[in-house]
């Protein structure tokens, strides 16, 4: 058998080395020893890189930047580099990766090769960066399109569903979603974005329905349980439209995980029935949740959208970037509104009576992405809705002051074990909650939810969850002698496509009185009813009495309890503090100190991708 080269095996040594400090997973060091074989004559700063891109998707990065890391050691936050020796220098590096036989300059297809190096010096494993240009691709080639519409019509329609002093903004996202291919809309809670949506579908299908027929309209959101509560949201917002029957009619059609509509293949589970070749059958496609989607995914679906079809991406780009690799509705809808649009755009809504400023250039993705930015969610006095803006702000002196007045939000100390205020809201959760039947077990567990930023740690939702539990069992509220025990909340962690059970969704476990069999039920589509499960077929779960932040995107609670860890972390950002406090319809309690949550405000995701340069 041949040795490697003393170079690469030092470098296995250095690699071992960072593994176990938790620096790399064991994943990574795998690919450095695969590709090793692939490519013998492979350099070790090769080797090195390729472990670090590797490392990077785990991260949530599409990609590494090189040129973040080059000519340091590679640490931890926090941790001191204890005089190890540095990563290569920029210059080197990319020397050795453009010589390389494992590195091509873009993703072939037909050449595949395992890295690709861009013109940046951002590496991809080969995978990501094929999404990548994937989504880039699909999203340019409708980025400047504009669609024929009836203009009469069309201004007549945005005049009886906008009259005179309703939202100009809501009234510009419906009318350029309307005319454009593409289109983004982007706010924070309660600025109307399921109310803007409602009336688009409501025009377009007016404006079909006078062309001889309905849209086929699909409706998406990246989980179950923000599938349901967007189709309740459209429900309500279809319930005071002022539209005829019909329409009303398609308008309340189900809605669905974007995996169900996308058709999964148990055999070749990355790939999906609808894809470029077997277009999804639709005339529109929105996506809720859209900042929730992560790059491999959210590719798959595009190039899935028939051409003729529009898109309309919906969301909060201020929430916290999808699990997986990327964060495409930040990269997608920038930082901000843009000043302007083109002048083929200001002219098509200046023929709708709309005024906007033009900054010239031809017509593109930023034309489309329009910001939402009027809250009334909440009240004007509400406490959630201030600290939800210093947060957005990046002002952690407002916040905490925010956080430290203790009207809506309360900022309270964290000690070694669990608070007595927190302990006393769970109780009041689970108190008779086994006297009553699965559907309102359901609605009660939206009472009250403990957020964590951390998994793992004294704050983590697994110690939490912990904790939780057998207080309970002391208290009396559950009987834990089983494993299904009556009353055990339960989270899915993964997808199962077969069940329709998608990671994220929320069930509990009601046992039978009588036979004393244990179902796990979870909520039913439309949000009637409930789903029940023998407990042996459920996919991967977890009990969630405490979820992670992560965990809970496209939820809502009545109160919510944010736990921070004791001093700041990577993982405590600006992004996960704001996505936590937005869950809150009512009361936002804060357990941590005040210059952790300032330090957590001042932090921002910073995700190393691509897509944002690769958009016209």
Known sequence: MKRERPDVQDLFGRLEAFRSRHLLADIDVQLAHALARLAPDASADVLLAAALASRAVQQGHVCVDLAALAGQPLTTEGEEALGEEALPSLSAWLACLRDSTLVAPAPDDRAPRPLVLDARGRLYLFRYARYQRWLAEALNARAGRLETVDVRALRAGLARLFPEGASDEQRLAVAVAVVRNLSVISGGPGTGKTFTVARLLALLQELAWAEGGPLRVLALAPTGKAAQRLGESMAAAVASLDCAPAVRECLLAPTSTIHRALGFLPQTPTRFRHDAHNPLPADVVLVDEASMVDLALMAKLVVAVPPHARLVLLGDK???????????????????????????????????????????????????CILLTRSRRYDPESGIGALARAVNAGDAAAAVAVAEAGRDVRLLPQGPGLHGRMVDDVRAVFAGLRSLPPRERLTRLSRFKILCAHRKGPHGAEQVNRDLE???????????????????????????????????????????????????????????????????????HETVFAMTVHKSQGSEFEHVALLLPDKPSAVLTRELVYTAITRARRRVDIYGAAEVLAAAITRRVQRASGLRDALS
Do not use: K
Request: glycine content about 14%.
């Open 318 to 368: 201020d929430q916290l970037a999808s699990v997986e690799a990327g964060s495409i509705l930040a990269d997608i809808a920038g930082e901000g509104a843009s000043p302007g649009v083109s002048a083929a755009m200001a002219a098509r809504l200046g023929e709708l009576g709309l005024t906007v400023p033009v900054v010239g250039g031809a017509p593109g993705l930023a034309d489309g």
């Open 470 to 540: 057998a207080l309970l069992v002391r208290d009396g509220s559950i009987d834990a002698s089983r494993t299904w025990y009556d009353g055990r909340p339960l989270l899915v962690t993964a997808n199962d496509p077969v069940l329709e059970l998608w990671n994220g969704d929320v069930g509990i476990v009601c046992v039978d009185p009588v036979t004393g069999v244990p179902l796990a039920h979870f909520a039913g589509a439309e949000g009637q009813g409930t789903r029940a499960f023998a407990p042996a077929r459920l996919p991967p």
